[in-house]
T-cell receptor, first 117, second 113 residues
């Protein structure tokens, strides 16, 4: 069975502070994909990153960075110098390929980030 | 290039009624998935359609059914609505293949009273 745990329900930071959102996943599959999505109040899930299980390189995109560690089954997300526009709910998700060809996402419960000006 | 379009945006139904939600995938995408997101929770997978057939289904009762049309658009039908069906219903489209990127719509907010 697949499971994603986001232990941090809510986080508040002051603008310009750095913040890390934690994600721990469980799967017995050796091939899987990890995602981070941002959900603003409008409701749409905005894709941030996808990482496959064979690529443990950390990635940086502007103020965003991701740390993937298979040894601890974690895929953490760091926002550097946070801004008010970063306020949203962030979801970590896991996808595994099925023999049917399907590849649905298993989501964590999300972390609500509030950046205080 | 339009992304995923869902209609209606909001809907209020009475318990026991039936509802149909619609989704147009992003141009070039051939796979449509539906998710239910209860308030304060992460989205839960309902089912995925590809080539007009249900390819995978999550842990949802048969009251939830769907359809995919030749133009890849999709419908989600829910019969005998319960109060617990109140949620944001999200449609995601993708191009067939493992671990491809998903594009989500803004969802339909269903309220059952």
């Amino acid at each position: 069975a697949q499971k994603v745990t986001q232990a941090q329900t809510e986080i508040s930071v002051v603008e310009k502070e750095d913040v890390t959102l934690d994600c721990v996943y469980e799967t017995r599959d050796t091939t899987y994909y990890l995602f981070w999505y941002k959900q603003p109040p409008s409701g749409e899930l905005v894709f941030l990153i996808r990482r496959n299980s064979f690529d443990e390189q950390n990635e940086i995109s502007g103020r965003y960075s991701w740390n993937f560690q298979k040894s601890t089954s974690s895929f953490n997300f760091t926002i550097t110098a946070s801004q008010v526009v970063d306020s949203a709910v962030y979801f970590c998700a896991l996808s595994v390929p099925y023999q049917t060809g399907a590849n649905n996402l298993f989501f964590g419960t999300g972390t609500r980030l509030t950046v205080i000006p | 290039d339009a992304g995923v379009t869902q209609s209606p945006t909001h809907l209020i139904k009475t318990r026991g009624q039936q509802v149909t939600l619609r989704c147009s995938p992003k141009s070039g995408h051939d796979t449509v998935s539906w998710y239910q997101q209860a308030l304060g929770q992460g989205p839960q997978f309902i089912f995925q359609y590809y080539e007009e057939e249900e390819r995978q289904r999550g842990n949802f009762p048969d009251r939830f059914s769907g359809h995919q049309f030749p133009n890849y658009s999709s419908e989600l039908n829910v019969n005998a609505l319960l109060l617990g069906d109140s949620a944001l219903y999200l449609c995601a489209s993708s191009l067939s293949g493992e671990g491809r990127g998903y594009t989500f719509g803004s969802g339909t907010r269903l309220t059952v009273v």
